[in-house]
């Protein structure tokens, strides 16, 4: 059975083939998907299009991820955020995890993303501890 396109998501990073790679990943899950390229236009995105997830990036030009995402979360407590990632450093991951972000997923293993997206009943909410990828 094919899943249900339901979601609404935002994408932000700053690498366009990425955006793709990601939105290519997803596409059959998503209603709709909404990109930026920057932290700095993550809040004003969301705003715009009210996403169900929000896809981020850390390391972008002119805000990265992590303050994004606490930006986001102080307007939208109840905002879902999967830090989407190359750099899987313990510090990141608590930096993430003190922001908001729910979830954190290395670009290396990105199908975890659909699982994240299809697990039925998941709140984001606040800060908790941000599993270490095996």
């Not at 307007?75 to 979830?103: F, M, N, W």
């Not at 954190?104 to 009943?121: A, F, P, T």
Request: glycine share 6%; hydrophobic share 40%; with cysteine.
């Amino acid at each position: 059975m094919l899943p249900t396109k339901s979601l609404i998501l935002l994408i932000v990073d700053d690498h366009a083939g990425m955006r793709q790679l990601i939105a290519t990943i997803v596409n059959d899950m998503a209603e709709q998907i909404h990109e930026c390229s920057d932290g700095s236009q993550a809040l004003a995105a969301y705003n715009e299009c009210k996403p169900d997830w929000v896809l981020m990036d850390i390391r972008m030009n002119n805000m990265d991820g992590i303050a994004a995402t606490r930006e986001i979360k102080s307007a939208y407590p109840d905002a879902q955020i999967v830090i989407v990632t190359d750099y899987d450093h313990p510090d990141l991951r608590l930096s993430a995890q003190l922001a908001g972000a729910c979830e954190y997923v290395s670009k290396q293993n990105l199908l975890e993303i659909r699982k994240i997206l299809s697990r039925e009943g998941f709140s984001g909410g606040g800060p908790r501890k941000i599993q270490e990828e095996i």
